[in-house]
C-alpha cells in the first residue's frame, strides 16, 4: 500500500482529503504544517504528499524546496492542493519541484485524476 | 423521480428521434428530468408533462431545440479515455504521414461537444511537435448543440474543467488566465475549426478526411442509424484512414466497411485496407 502524507493546517480538509485517498488504497498519515511535515519525511520518506501552500511556521512551497534537498528527498510525488491559482505560484511550485497542482475547491474526482496524473493511481 | 406519462414519453422520444436520431429508451428516463427540469424552470413551467404539453403546441420550434440540445449533450473531459490519444501519436499519424507528403491531417471530431477533444489532439501534437516537423492539423468539430460549439469556439473553461484530464505542465504551457476561466492560447485554438452539424445530414458537405473520432454518441442511436453513419463516415475516408470509437463502442455486429485495427483498441480501419495488407515480411522473390 502507498503511503500519502496529507499536509494541511484545516482539519477538515486533512479529514475530507484522508477519506478520498484513502478509498484509493492510500496509507495516510498527517501533518499541520511544513515543519511538522518536514519532520515526519525525516523518520520516514512517503510515496505522496498532498500539500497546502499557506501554513503557519512553514508553508508549503517553503517545504518543498526543503524536502527536495533531503537524503531521498526526491522521491516522494508531490501534489500541490491550495486555493493560490494564479498562473504564477502554479510555475513557481512547479520549479520547486512540484509533480502535480489541485486549486481548490477539489472533489474526489480531481483528487483522482491528478494522482492518476502523477502516476500515482 | 417523477412518473412521465407513456403517451408523453412517447412524443418526446419520437421528438427525440426526428430532429437528432437520439433514441430515448426507458432507461435513459433519468436524463430526461436531470436535463429537461432547467428548461422547464427557465419557462416558467411546474414540470416535465407541462413542459411536454408546450413542446406539443404549435410555434414550439425554440424550445424544441432548446429541449434536442440539453438530451444530446455530452459531457467532455481533456484526453478522455487516454488510448486514443496515444493511438493518434503512435499510431496513426506515423503510419499516415509517409504517404502525405503536404504533411498535412484532415481530422474529424464528430462529437465536439465543448472542444476538450479536438484540442487534446491538438495538445497531444504540440507536445510532439520535433518528432514530427512540418506537420500541420487541420481539424473540424462538430456537434448539433450551438451552444457548446460556441464553447468550443472560445476555448474558454472553468478550473474544474482544466482539472480532470489536463497535466498541470499543459495547463502552464498552452493556457491563459483569464478572471476566474482559463482560456486555450490563440496557437492552439487556430487549429480547429467548428461547425454546427447533425451526424443524420449528408456528409459530403463537409469535404474528405483522414481521421474521423466519434466516440460517444453512436451509443445514442438505434442499430440501423448507427450503421447507416459509419457506412457514411467510410465514404469520406481514404481506404488508409481511420476510425475511432468511444471505449464501449463496437462495429462487430454492424454490417459496416469496417474492422477493428489488429492491435490497438477503438481504431477501426477500412475492411478493405486490412484484406490488402501484406502478409509481415514473406521473402521476396
Known amino acids: ?121 | 423521480m417523477s412518473a412521465i406519462p407513456s403517451d408523453d414519453f412517447a412524443f418526446l422520444s419520437n421528438l427525440l428521434k426526428r430532429r437528432s436520431g437520439l433514441v430515448l429508451t426507458p432507461d435513459k428516463l433519468y436524463l430526461v428530468e436531470s436535463r429537461l427540469m432547467p428548461i422547464a424552470r427557465k419557462e416558467g413551467l411546474a414540470d416535465i408533462a407541462a413542459l411536454i404539453s408546450k413542446l406539443r403546441q404549435p410555434g414550439s420550434e425554440t424550445l424544441q431545440r432548446a429541449v434536442t440540445d440539453a438530451m444530446t449533450t455530452n459531457e467532455s473531459l481533456f484526453f478522455r479515455d487516454k488510448t486514443p490519444f496515444e493511438h493518434f501519436e503512435k499510431v496513426i499519424v506515423p503510419s499516415l504521414l509517409p504517404s502525405r507528403p503536404q504533411k498535412r491531417l484532415r481530422v474529424w471530431c464528430a462529437a465536439a461537444s465543448t472542444g476538450q477533444e479536438p484540442y487534446s489532439l491538438v495538445l497531444t501534437m504540440a507536445e510532439k511537435a520535433a518528432q514530427f516537423p512540418g506537420l500541420s492539423l487541420d481539424i473540424l468539430g462538430t456537434d448539433i448543440c450551438a451552444e457548446v460549439i460556441a464553447r468550443a469556439q472560445a476555448g474558454i473553461y472553468s478550473q474544474f474543467e482544466v482539472q480532470r484530464g489536463l497535466p498541470i505542465q499543459m495547463l502552464v504551457k498552452y493556457f491563459t488566465k483569464e478572471g476566474d476561466n482559463w482560456r486555450l492560447k490563440e496557437n492552439i485554438r487556430q487549429q480547429v475549426k467548428y461547425k454546427l452539424f447533425n451526424l443524420l445530414e449528408s456528409l459530403s458537405a463537409l469535404g474528405q478526411f483522414d481521421v474521423v473520432f466519434c466516440r460517444n454518441v453512436l451509443i445514442y442511436f438505434d442499430r440501423d442509424t448507427k450503421a447507416d453513419i459509419i457506412t457514411r463516415i467510410a465514404k469520406i475516408l481514404p481506404e488508409d484512414g481511420y476510425l475511432i470509437l468511444g471505449a464501449a463502442e463496437t462495429v462487430v455486429g454492424l454490417t459496416v466497411p469496417f474492422q477493428p485495427h489488429p492491435t490497438a483498441k477503438g481504431l477501426y480501419v477500412k475492411a478493405a485496407a486490412a484484406a490488402l495488407t501484406p502478409p509481415a515480411k514473406v521473402a521476396a522473390g
Not at chain 1, 477519506?19 to 492510500?26: N, T, V
Not at chain 1, 525525516?42 to 524546496?65: T, V, Y
Not at chain 1, 510525488?77 to 512547479?94: H, K, P, Q, Y
Request: glycine share 4%.
Open chain 1, 1 to 121: 500500500m502507498k503511503h500519502c502524507l496529507v499536509v494541511d493546517d484545516s482539519r477538515v480538509i486533512r479529514k475530507v482529503a484522508r477519506k478520498i485517498l484513502e478509498e484509493l488504497s492510500f496509507d495516510i498519515s498527517e501533518a499541520e504544517d511544513g515543519r511538522i511535515a518536514l519532520d515526519a519525511c525525516r523518520q520516514k520518506m512517503p510515496d505522496a504528499i498532498l500539500l497546502d501552500w499557506n501554513m503557519p511556521n512553514m508553508s508549503g512551497i517553503e517545504f518543498l524546496r526543503a524536502l527536495r534537498k533531503e537524503a531521498g528527498g526526491e522521491h516522494p510525488i508531490v501534489v500541490f492542493c491550495t486555493t493560490e491559482n494564479d498562473m504564477d505560484r502554479i510555475s513557481e511550485a512547479l520549479s520547486a519541484g512540484a509533480n502535480e497542482y489541485i486549486m481548490k475547491p477539489f472533489d474526489r474526482d480531481i483528487i483522482e485524476a491528478k494522482f492518476t496524473e502523477a502516476g500515482l493511481v
